[in-house]
């Protein structure tokens, strides 16, 4: 068995393996960035390198450190986690050469599964189904367009090294073909240095239907049943689930059949993932799902696939690594209840999902779930990384029961002041069409005026803030009492302050909700997932607080500040940029909300803001 573990990643999955390796005896090393220094990943392991500065490609992703800090300590193996160098066939095979043991899959079966093109190619020869299309080497477009037509639209144009949504277009008629193409080609150039595309029939109704694959060194391959990861935003998933919702036992025999089938073609060794597409516009059929693609690593959803059978899947990869057999026969296997798994982000819902990055002042994870987290309470969110707070999951005996299980606990999440998709969730999880398993990948993009948050307080968001800052005198100036009738109760109302604008409640009947709490010098209300600063209003208050109707711009996002387009006394019209902010890879232009002159500019070009920092303030122009 392995005794010294070095986890090249960070945050969750590097907690997670550590996790498994203590429970096995096995001292861990974690490396880390210097602005890492402080995670709860590095100060659990019983070791730590610093690798170099926080971007990625200054640490985490030189494998030249890597290796250096594996000689340094002693380690004998080395875990890529997901992410990172994980599926990178020139690092595994690095790994080896120093003579270390590599927790993952072998190099060739992460060549052989890393281009969309030669990976269907080999499953055709497999006899693994592939979705219908076309992946020649000829890429002249004119030919790419008659292919296109011969499939038949709405066809899928997909980067050939492509991957986590990028270097992919829909084209739903002829005549978009070219410039879809085109852009498809930018952007694949542009993200994987390769421009190859393939094209595929676009699939009505699709699901995401993967399964979980290990195999050992003795030419032994299992799976351990499939997962569902439909519900996806932007092509990143969401929510997973297992098992598959309208599965049938001969579907899901034919299914992981050929997944097995698939990993065995590549000789594979280790945990990986058959990803499947299926046309669920009559149910799952075994033959509309066909392969889309292998991820040659463990999945961030894996923890559902360990909730439904019962077994530890890093302890699986550490002994597979140290030559030991499948711990488990395919007849060893079965499947017990249902687990869901929803993915806490750093990000605003109702701003469009632009990540929100700081300081987590509080944070405060539901009791009584499996809760997977790299950070913790008076740590931060940091823009270098990947946004995710949290993995909530629960098991439970049955779907809705796991469903309602899973609404409830991200219900219940309290974080303050980075932003959380907690609330999102929670109407996700909750949406009687996903409780009753009509769920597509586009699910979400049908149902996003019931599922994002409104940006501005509810009337449920008011009425809880009312009741929980309600006064215990009835003489208190706050109230009063307003439609006085003989045999009727009296109307009694109440002035609060939500995220600094005032409201006049009515107070209902209804029970009080949410949870008020100091955090930080202010007063919060936790509600649905959901946080807003709450108060009684002060005497001197005069309402607004910088909205943009006001002609104040105010940052939507923690960022830097890129470009600033204006001075001070410029004339501006209605939708012109004014500066653009960048946090994470993204960009967000402030545009002018009215014709007006530029009365005030508080940013410059190189400045980091807060999330609510005034930027710019517009004044309407005199007629």
């Not at 232009?589 to 710019?616: C, N, R, T, Y």
């Amino acid at each position: 068995m392995i005794r010294s573990l070095l986890i090249a990643n960070r945050g969750e999955i590097a907690r997670r393996i550590i996790r498994t390796a203590r429970k096995m005896g096995i001292r861990t090393v974690a490396v880390h960035s210097d602005v890492d220094a402080a995670m709860p990943f590095v100060r659990e392991a019983d070791a730590a390198v610093c690798i170099g500065p926080a971007p990625a490609r200054e640490s985490y992703l030189v494998q030249a450190k890597i290796l250096e800090a594996a000689k340094a300590t002693g380690a004998e193996a080395i875990h890529p986690g997901y992410g990172f160098l994980s599926e990178n066939a020139e690092f595994a095979e690095a790994v080896e050469a120093a003579g270390l043991v590599w927790v993952g899959a072998p190099a060739h079966s992460i060549r052989a599964m890393g281009l969309k093109d030669a990976a269907k190619k080999l499953m055709v020869a497999a006899g693994v189904p592939v979705t219908p299309g076309y992946m020649g080497e000829d890429q002249d477009p004119a030919h790419l367009k008659a292919e296109a037509d011969r499939i038949g639209y709405p066809v899928l144009i997909k980067a050939v090294a492509g991957g986590g949504g990028k270097g992919m277009r829909k084209v739903d008629a002829s005549a978009d073909f070219a410039d879809a193409l085109l852009s498809c080609q930018r952007e694949a150039a542009s993200s994987f240095g390769d421009d190859r595309v393939l094209i595929e029939k676009y699939i009505l109704g699709p699901r995401h239907i993967e399964v979980q694959v290990f195999g050992d060194r003795h030419g032994h391959v299992v799976h351990l049943f499939e997962r569902d990861c439909s519900l996806q935003r932007r092509h990143q998933k969401v929510i997973e689930e297992a098992p598959a919702p309208g599965m049938d036992a001969a579907t899901r025999a034919a299914v992981c059949e050929a997944a097995v089938k698939a990993a065995k073609a590549v000789d594979y060794v280790g945990a990986g993932t058959i990803e499947f597409i299926a046309d669920a516009s009559e149910g799952l059929r075994a033959d509309r799902i066909w392969f889309m693609e292998m991820n040659t690593r463990l999945q961030v959803e894996h923890p559902v696939t360990e909730a439904i059978t019962g077994q530890d899947l890093v302890e699986w990869q550490l002994r597979i690594a140290a030559g030991e057999p499948l711990p488990r026969t395919q007849e060893q296997l079965s499947i017990n209840g249902w687990a869901m798994e929803a993915r806490l982000y750093a990000e605003n819902p109702s701003n469009g999902f632009l990540p929100s990055t700081g300081p987590l002042t509080r944070l405060r994870l539901p009791r009584g779930i499996r809760v997977d987290s790299g950070v913790e309470e008076g740590g931060e969110v940091s823009p270098y990384y990947d946004p995710m707070i949290a993995k909530l999951i629960v098991a439970a005996p049955s779907r809705p029961a796991a469903a309602a299980k899973l609404a409830q606990a991200a219900a219940r999440v309290e974080v303050w002041p980075v932003r959380t998709n907690a609330a999102f969730l929670a109407r996700a999880a909750a949406d009687p069409d996903f409780v009753a398993g009509h769920v597509d990948t586009g699910f979400i993009e049908r149902h996003a005026d019931r599922l994002v948050p409104p940006a501005e307080p509810s009337a449920a968001v008011q009425q809880a803030a009312a009741r929980a800052l309600l006064p215990t005198e009835a003489t208190d100036a706050w109230t009063s009492l307003t439609g006085f009738r003989a045999n009727a109760a009296p109307e009694r109302r109440i002035e609060v302050e939500v995220a600094g604008h005032s409201h006049l409640v009515a107070l209902d009947d209804g029970a009080a909700g949410g949870k008020l709490r100091a955090v930080g010098g202010e007063t919060l209300l936790f509600l649905d997932g959901e946080a807003w600063p709450v108060e009684a209003p002060r005497a001197d208050h005069a309402g607004g607080g910088g909205a943009v109707s006001d002609g104040a711009l105010l940052a939507p996002m923690p960022g830097k500040v890129i470009a600033v387009e204006v001075a001070e006394g410029d004339r501006v019209t209605k939708g012109q940029k004014l500066l653009v902010l960048e946090a994470m890879k993204m960009e967000q232009a402030m545009l002018a909300p009215f014709d007006g002159i530029v009365a005030e500019l508080k940013a410059s070009v190189g400045g980091q803001v807060s999330e609510g920092a005034m930027l710019a303030r517009v004044e309407k122009a005199e007629d």
